[in-house]
């Protein structure tokens, strides 16, 4: 099984930018859909961006649609969340996941993903 691991989080102030990294390793990089997700203190984890294995299907939470981009280095081993126009409510760890096999392609339910990382934190500051 693939595993994942986020990386470039940080502390930006509020309209600064950041880019999340997720690598995998253990096998090739899945080939299956990928996603983000984020977890603030004390809320559930929710959706935040998803991508199909081809890199062309993309679709994402209305709190970030317009700020945030995901992608993949496609031959590589990681994926990536480009995170622009940052808001304080965007404090949360960030998370990436690969889909579950034969689960919804656009699926943004947690219980369809596996192969969770540890997260990394972002702090967003006023």
């Known amino acids: 099984q693939v595993q994942l691991e986020e990386s470039g989080g940080g502390l930006v102030q509020a309209g600064g930018s950041l880019r999340l990294s997720c690598t995998a390793s253990?096998?090739?990089?899945?080939?299956?859909?990928i996603a983000w997700f984020r977890q603030a203190p004390e809320k559930e984890r929710e959706f935040v961006a998803g991508?199909?294995?081809?890199?062309?299907?993309?679709w994402y939470s209305d709190s970030v649609k317009g700020r945030f981009i995901i992608s993949r280095d496609n031959g590589g081993n990681t994926m990536y969340l480009q995170m622009n126009k940052l808001e304080v409510e965007d404090t949360a760890i960030y998370y990436c996941?690969?889909?579950?096999?034969?689960?919804?392609?656009?699926?943004?339910?947690?219980?369809?993903?596996?192969?969770w990382g540890r997260g990394t934190q972002v702090i967003v500051s006023s």
């Open positions: 253990g096998r090739n990089y899945p080939n299956e859909g």
């Open positions: 991508m199909n294995s081809s890199g062309v299907r993309k």
């Open positions: 996941a690969v889909r579950r096999w034969g689960r919804p392609a656009t699926t943004r339910a947690t219980s369809d993903y596996i192969s």
